[in-house]
């Protein structure tokens, strides 16, 4: 565990030295330059079209730092041999991914909740409404962020940059098209090869569309405790399969 | 002392990309390394030496063969809590400075705050780091950053170092220092296997080589042997140039830098050679066993050996 700690912790300062956390003040504008276009709505409305465009921009800003901190991850740390310095050492390369990932995953919560913390500041300070039922939309949004940060590690142990990029933008729009466009395809029954990959997609990769309760956090009322927990085992499953995937990958590759 | 380091008839191939079309990296590579000494690792480049290392780290793993690490196995990660590595040309992360860093490094090898802050004041001090230590390792020039690898792979006082180029980017005084320290290493009983392209600091420190030429191990022994000329005699005389000019015709020699020259003489013409040079108004200044560099060994067995 020792490892896999200091592993992290080397991610999250890497990821400050980086400055991904300016992302969070860079957010903080942009939801401040939001408010002044609040419709002239009643008061309970505005702040359910406040808080639903807050969470589905923070969503948007989770994603791409999810990206952002774990595309290269690997990949570079194996083209610059850094990567050498430390499995020389006695650290497994199982130790070496999870304190990775682990480390990614710090750094999202840490900035998410900032960002939280800003959306729930912003709410009261224009309204008088104060809405900790944000950070249940928060939660969903960074369990999201944890499944495309798990699917951008998983690929970065074998591939570079920019195929982990293009990757992931595919991973991204197939797993959100789940429950429309191709339920929709298997059900009109599609055929050949166009249905087999329908099903396989449809079964196989995770419906990240489950994680976004925006909008039902926005009227206030948030996803329930039951559906939270629901979604958070889902993540889990998801995390740790394609984690392992990466770990069996990881464990292949020659260095 | 049982051998450090064993590796068995060990190849390996890398896939070329976009092609079913395999390259051999190394084949049927043998080495033995004992304890407490310096094995030095040679071969031109593409030779497969970073290969042969990193199937030692478990970084690659062989298609054949099999060998073992301090009594362990390959890839048995115990055994890496006593080896340091220091890679060719290292590169670290660059937010860290040398005590950071040096401190983040110890944490894998188990020393607690107190003994990894003393243990990596001492490295500073002994790679000549001191003076910078505050500056992160992004601003080192490439020899400091050499220096400082040098320090992180000797932070848990192993046994066995493995060193990939370990002068490359170190200007004569460092390069001198890091010879120093790997003697001294040696002097305490540590085990050094390093690669390197500097025939003269492997010929100057270790105590065995292997040469290895197109992924094949082609030599292999006793640094003393393997240089030993058996039926030839070194004869010394003064002259430099002028000595080759005049002796070539009876023995092949070379001129030395200090304005001397020495020739490799079979020993029943040792006594008509040193006529000669005394004819030619030359000085006779040693008769000592048949040697020759390891340059001259490199040069013979890699050329010779078939690229």
């Given amino acids: 565990m020792r490892n896999v700690l200091a592993l992290s912790w080397q991610v999250v300062r890497d990821a400050a030295r980086r400055k991904v956390f300016y992302v969070v003040f860079l957010f903080g504008i942009a939801v401040v330059a939001l408010s002044p276009l609040l419709p002239t709505f009643e008061l309970g409305l505005k702040a359910q079209f406040l808080r639903d465009v807050s969470l589905s921009l923070t969503s948007l800003f989770a994603v791409v730092l999810a990206v952002i901190l774990s595309v290269g991850q690997i990949s570079s740390e194996i083209d610059r041999k850094t990567v050498y310095n430390v499995l020389s050492k006695p650290v497994s390369r199982f130790e070496y991914l999870l304190g990775k990932y682990i480390g990614v995953l710090v750094s999202l919560a840490a900035i998410l909740f900032v960002m939280g913390l800003e959306i729930l500041l912003l709410v009261y300070l224009r309204l008088s409404v104060f809405t900790p039922i944000i950070f249940e939309g928060i939660f969903a949004i960074f369990l999201e962020a944890a499944i495309i940060s798990a699917f951008c590690i998983c690929l970065s142990t074998v591939t570079s940059v920019p195929v982990n990029i293009l990757s992931v933008i595919l991973f991204y729009l197939v797993t959100h098209l789940k429950t429309g466009f191709l339920h929709q395809q298997l059900i009109e029954g599609v055929k050949g090869i166009a249905k087999v990959f329908s099903w396989a997609v449809y079964y196989v990769l995770p419906n990240l569309e489950n994680f976004n309760i925006s909008q039902r956090v926005g009227y206030g009322h948030g996803a329930g405790w039951l559906y939270m927990l629901r979604i958070t085992g889902y993540a889990l499953l998801f995390m740790i399969i394609i984690f392992g995937i990466g770990v069996l990958l990881f464990r292949r590759r020659n260095l | 002392m049982d051998a450090a380091i064993s590796l068995s008839h060990i190849s390996k191939e890398y896939r070329l990309a976009l092609s079913r079309k395999r390259r051999p990296a190394i084949v049927d590579v043998s080495v033995e390394v004992g304890g407490g000494?310096?094995?030095?690792?040679?071969?031109?480049?593409?030779?497969?030496?970073?290969?042969?290392?990193?199937?030692?780290?478990?970084?690659?793993?062989?298609?054949?063969?099999?060998?073992?690490?301090?009594?362990?196995?390959?890839?048995?990660?115990?055994?890496?809590?006593?080896?340091?590595?220091?890679?060719?040309?290292?590169?670290?992360?660059?937010?860290?400075?040398?005590?950071?860093?040096?401190?983040?490094?110890?944490?894998?090898?188990?020393?607690?705050?107190?003994?990894?802050?003393?243990?990596?004041?001492?490295?500073?001090?002994?790679?000549?780091?001191?003076?910078?230590?505050?500056?992160?390792?992004?601003?080192?020039?490439?020899?400091?950053?050499?220096?400082?690898?040098?320090?992180?792979?000797?932070?848990?006082?192993?046994?066995?170092?493995?060193?990939?180029?370990?002068?490359?980017?170190?200007?004569?005084?460092?390069?001198?220092?890091?010879?120093?320290?790997?003697?001294?290493?040696?002097?305490?009983?540590?085990?050094?296997?390093?690669?390197?392209?500097?025939?003269?600091?492997?010929?100057?420190?270790?105590?065995?080589?292997?040469?290895?030429?197109?992924?094949?191990?082609?030599?292999?022994?006793?640094?003393?042997?393997?240089?030993?000329?058996?039926?030839?005699?070194?004869?010394?005389?003064?002259?430099?140039?002028?000595?080759?000019?005049?002796?070539?015709?009876?023995?092949?020699?070379?001129?030395?830098?200090?304005?001397?020259?020495?020739?490799?003489?079979?020993?029943?013409?040792?006594?008509?050679?040193?006529?000669?040079?005394?004819?030619?108004?030359?000085?006779?200044?040693?008769?000592?066993?048949?040697?020759?560099?390891?340059?001259?060994?490199?040069?013979?067995?890699?050329?010779?050996?078939?690229?």
């Fill in chain 2, 37 to 307: 000494e310096i094995y030095g690792l040679l071969g031109p480049n593409g030779a497969g030496k970073t290969t042969t290392l990193k199937v030692l780290l478990g970084l690659v793993r062989p298609d054949s063969g099999e060998g073992s690490l301090l009594g362990r196995p390959l890839g048995d990660r115990t055994a890496h809590a006593k080896l340091g590595f220091l890679p060719e040309e290292p590169y670290f992360y660059g937010f860290m400075t040398a005590e950071k860093g040096l401190a983040f490094y110890s944490r894998f090898l188990g020393l607690d705050r107190k003994e990894a802050a003393v243990r990596a004041g001492e490295l500073i001090d002994l790679v000549g780091l001191q003076r910078d230590s505050h500056l992160s390792i992004d601003k080192f020039s490439k020899g400091m950053v050499q220096r400082f690898g040098l320090a992180q792979a000797m932070l848990g006082d192993p046994e066995l170092l493995i060193l990939d180029e370990p002068s490359s980017g170190l200007d004569p005084v460092g390069q001198k220092e890091v010879r120093d320290i790997l003697v001294e290493l040696k002097r305490r009983g540590k085990t050094i296997f390093l690669s390197s392209h500097q025939l003269s600091e492997v010929e100057k420190i270790c105590d065995s080589v292997s040469i290895v030429n197109k992924g094949k191990s082609v030599k292999a022994g006793k640094v003393s042997e393997l240089l030993t000329i058996t039926g030839f005699k070194q004869v010394i005389v003064s002259g430099g140039e002028r000595a080759v000019e005049a002796l070539s015709s009876l023995a092949p020699g070379s001129a030395l830098p200090d304005g001397e020259a020495a020739f490799n003489v079979p020993e029943d013409e040792v006594f008509a050679f040193v006529d000669a040079a005394r004819d030619a108004g030359l000085e006779l200044m040693s008769v000592t066993t048949g040697h020759r560099s390891l340059e001259e060994l490199f040069m013979e067995t890699v050329e010779g050996g078939g690229r």
